[in-house]
């Protein structure tokens, strides 16, 4: 059915008559009386209409870091300072049982971070109480001392279960838990250790929580020697150069000696490695406040009479400016040892160059130092290939073949030390030699951890295309394969 006309009538009264506007409230008001509008929608309101923020939501919109709250990976939520603020919600059973079953053996293997005079006995009481608390209580300071007025003993007892999450289910986070509840406490090392926490998952180092405000004091007043070492931390980060050399000349430098055993746990300044040694801090202040030459010299302190891992890395690239690769390979072989996984790749990435003849070997490096060029043997066919022989048998120097070998070797270290640009290596050097399901599941376990964002993504799709084509030989990412 078509929608009826208008009459002819109606539309010339219409066109005719001035134009009507009826406001929401009050009379109708012509056209042309009508004040002109600022706006062309009247239902849109004005910037002036609109509610004002306070000074709260404003301080957090421009300082967005403040306040804010992050989980563990388990669920935890953590404060803007480090703290849990709530327990574990999983099932207390499964976590009491596995360490009922484990805790002779966990006792017997952490002993050396309790207390001196803890059994057993008082052992199994503490960390069971520990254990349910976690699981049922919020981690206050009243909840810890319920179980021991000892908060700086009761938080030593609890170092383990931050490395037993193997063992019982949720240790790692148990130990968040009694580290924060000592924290609140008043624990010392507890504040520490929530600091380097704290430091390790927050981005914005200008703040000032209470936990570093305690930190600080426990520095400067107590002299506590834990928290003096991170505080030269935190200075450093915020450009506080000068404050850092004072403190690292007047309370740190002087107490510390080299010594190639490893420090016990708490007597270890850097608390496992979360933060910089103080050798290594040294030669960054006085890189900031003294010039280059002192840094250099801190550096070579630091690498050649502590074997800082970092500080040997540093000096074997001031070996590279100058083409020393004797200077080069020892100091970095030195540091990848220790594990620093820089050095694992850059020493990788040095063998495989050697391997491609684009550094020479150390034998060529030896003939060249004594101004002997290799010069292949004259003769019968027969005769060289005896000599060449009885050369690889009796040369104590590496072939080229050798040198990659080397380079599998530390790609596959790296690799283990979770680096996405050694697994991307490994699985191309793993198909070079004829392993294409081995390199497969190399490159696919590399690709669901993160390839490396700066190789090309052309060239990956190609890769993965054409991967059981024999054909195809791609070579190693050149941006991948830096020595520094």
């Given at each position: 059915m078509s929608k009826p006309l208008l009459s002819l009538q109606w539309c010339r009264l219409f066109q005719c008559s001035p134009k009507v506007h009826m406001l929401r409230h009050g009379a109708p008001v012509t056209a042309v009386n009508a004040q002109p509008s600022k706006r062309a929608f009247h239902t849109t309101p004005i910037w002036s209409a609109r509610p004002r923020r306070s000074p709260r939501a404003r301080h957090l919109a421009e300082n967005p870091t403040q306040g804010q709250r992050w989980r563990t990976k388990e669920g935890l939520r953590i404060d803007g300072s480090g703290l849990v603020i709530d327990h574990l919600t999983s099932d207390v059973s499964d976590s009491l049982n596995a360490f009922n079953q484990n805790k002779k053996a966990l006792y017997e293997f952490h002993q050396t971070l309790m207390p001196p005079g803890i059994n057993l006995e008082t052992f199994d009481r503490v960390i069971q109480e520990i254990i349910v608390s976690a699981h049922s209580k919020l981690p206050t300071a009243n909840t810890i001392r319920a179980i021991s007025v000892d908060v700086d003993a009761l938080f030593r007892m609890s170092l383990f279960l931050g490395l037993s999450d193997a063992y019982i289910p949720k240790a790692h986070n148990i130990f968040i838990w009694a580290q924060s509840a000592c924290?609140?406490?008043?624990?010392?090392?507890?504040?520490?250790?929530?600091?380097?926490?704290?430091?390790?998952?927050?981005?914005?180092?200008?703040?000032?929580?209470?936990?570093?405000?305690?930190?600080?004091?426990?520095?400067?007043?107590?002299?506590?020697?834990?928290?003096?070492?991170?505080?030269?931390?935190?200075?450093?980060?915020?450009?506080d150069y000068a404050g850092a050399v004072d403190l690292l000349k007047n309370k740190i430098v002087p107490y510390t000696k080299p010594s190639l055993v490893p420090p016990h746990p708490l007597e270890d300044l850097t608390l496992g490695g979360s933060i910089d040694p103080p050798v290594r801090m040294a030669s960054l202040a006085l890189s900031q406040t003294h010039g280059l030459e002192d840094m250099k010299a801190a550096m070579m302190h630091a690498a050649i009479e502590y074997h800082d891992?970092?500080?040997?890395?540093?000096?074997?690239?001031?070996?590279?400016?100058?083409?020393?690769?004797?200077?080069?390979?020892?100091?970095?072989?030195?540091?990848?040892?220790?594990?620093?996984?820089?050095?694992?790749?850059y020493l990788a990435n040095f063998y495989y160059k050697i391997s491609q003849g684009e550094i020479p070997t150390l034998a060529e490096r030896r003939a060249a130092e004594s101004g002997e060029a290799e010069n292949p043997g004259k003769g019968p066919s027969w005769v060289q290939s005896i000599v060449k022989w009885a050369d690889g048998k009796i040369n104590p120097f590496f072939s080229r073949e050798d040198y990659r070998k080397h380079a599998i070797d530390w790609y596959e270290l790296a690799w283990e030390m979770g680096d996405g640009a050694a697994g991307l290596i490994l699985a191309i050097l793993l198909r070079q030699d004829g392993l294409v399901d081995a390199g497969r599941a190399v490159y696919t376990l590399a690709k669901e951890r993160g390839l490396p964002a700066n190789v090309p993504r052309k060239g990956l799709v190609e890769l993965e295309d054409r991967w059981d084509d024999v054909s195809f030989e791609p070579g190693l990412p050149p941006k991948l394969m830096a020595l520094k």
């Open positions: 924290a609140r406490a008043g624990s010392r090392r507890a504040i520490v250790h929530t600091v380097s926490y704290y430091l390790r998952h927050h981005s914005d180092i200008q703040l000032n929580t209470e936990c570093i405000a305690q930190l600080k004091d426990l520095a400067l007043h107590d002299e506590f020697p834990p928290a003096i070492t991170l505080y030269i931390q935190i200075l450093l980060w915020r450009g891992p970092v500080a040997l890395t540093d000096l074997a690239i001031l070996f590279l400016e100058t083409s020393d690769w004797d200077g080069y390979e020892s100091n970095m072989s030195i540091a990848a040892v220790t594990g620093h996984l820089p050095a694992c790749l």
